[in-house]
């Protein structure tokens, strides 16, 4: 492990999080807002890890604006981002309420709350399963339910799943948490506590580089290994690169079984969902490499 890019991907998110929430308002392009937030992180020196995802009430995650998003910022807003650093990643969400809504906010507290004991919880050798059950006691305590289908996870370089799952749940495995850098985070629902996988995202992973004929598609493919290398990435930047033929590309790439489309994820009882993540540093102590200064 890299501490030290693992820190400054680190330090970039927690500077980001900050500008994100200075800049977002009710109403706003989703599109403007990943954009920001995307540009923010390239300036403050380092590269997006994955497509800034904005979605809204019962969409848990992976909603990302597509070039020609029309949606604007509206109800409960998660915003979840990633900074990589030579592929060491931070990863780290927040949510917002855009509506002045009370259960809005009880779910936005509950998310944290989770977080917030999870982390004071995690120690090298600890039982990850007992990790997953203060997310969902203190979510439960709050009357809510978690996510049970969603989980914090391990990331090595330019490996955002990495090994490693860290539940918002007792899942009954005897895991324990190892040396090494993870994501948790905890969602919080008014509803059954599951997602579905919905529509495409537009959000998709390299997953192999095996030749294709068509020459556009082919050159897409370089770009997106040399570029993005095994992080997700979207259509949005590959239309802001090559303009919109690449939506055409990418078809064929995915035809060509390239690429892993991701699926957004919608809570089945349509109900809404909040989320708050942290990325943490476990070795003799705990970093929290996202935590706003
Ligand atoms: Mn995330
Ligand atoms: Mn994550």
């Known amino acids: 492990m890299n501490t030290e890019k693992i820190l400054k991907a680190g330090k970039i998110a927690s500077q980001v999080r900050k500008y994100a929430k200075s800049i977002i308002i009710k109403d706003s392009p989703l599109i403007e807002i990943a954009e920001k937030i995307e540009d923010k992180i390239k300036e403050l020196g380092g ?22 998003d029309k949606t604007t ?3 409960l807003l998660k915003v979840d981002f990633g900074v990589h ?8 969400a927040f949510s917002l309420d855009l509506e002045d809504n009370e259960e809005n906010k009880k779910l936005i507290i509950a998310s944290e ?3 917030e004991n999870a982390i004071k919880n995690s120690r090298e050798n600890k039982e990850l399963n007992e990790i997953g059950k203060i997310i969902s006691e203190t979510i439960e305590k709050d009357g809510f339910s978690p996510i049970i289908n969603l989980s914090g996870h391990e990331m090595k370089q330019y490996d955002l799943h990495a090994g490693i799952t860290v539940p918002n749940m007792n899942d009954k495995k005897f895991i324990l948490m190892q040396k090494g850098l993870y994501a948790i985070e905890p969602f919080a629902t008014s509803g059954n506590g599951k997602v579905y996988d919905g529509k495409p995202s537009g959000i998709f992973l390299l997953t192999n580089s095996k030749n294709i004929r068509n020459p556009l598609a082919r050159e897409v493919l370089n770009f997106i290994e040399k570029e993005y290398q095994t992080l997700p990435f979207c259509s949005r930047w590959l239309v802001k690169k090559f303009g919109t033929k690449a939506l055409f590309a990418l078809k064929q790439l995915e035809e060509n079984k390239n690429l892993h489309h991701f699926p957004q994820l919608v809570e089945t009882s349509h109900s809404k969902v909040s989320q708050a993540e942290h990325t943490i540093l476990v070795d003799k102590e705990i970093i929290i490499t996202t935590k706003e200064k």
Request: no cysteine; glycine share 6%.
């Open 85 to 92: 650093v030579d592929g060491w990643i931070a990863d780290t």
């Open 113 to 115: 709350k989770a977080l």
């Open 73 to 75: 910022a509206s109800g």
């Open 47 to 68: 590269k997006p890890a994955f497509p800034t995802n904005l979605s809204i009430d019962d969409i848990a995650a992976h909603y990302t604006p597509s070039y020609d």
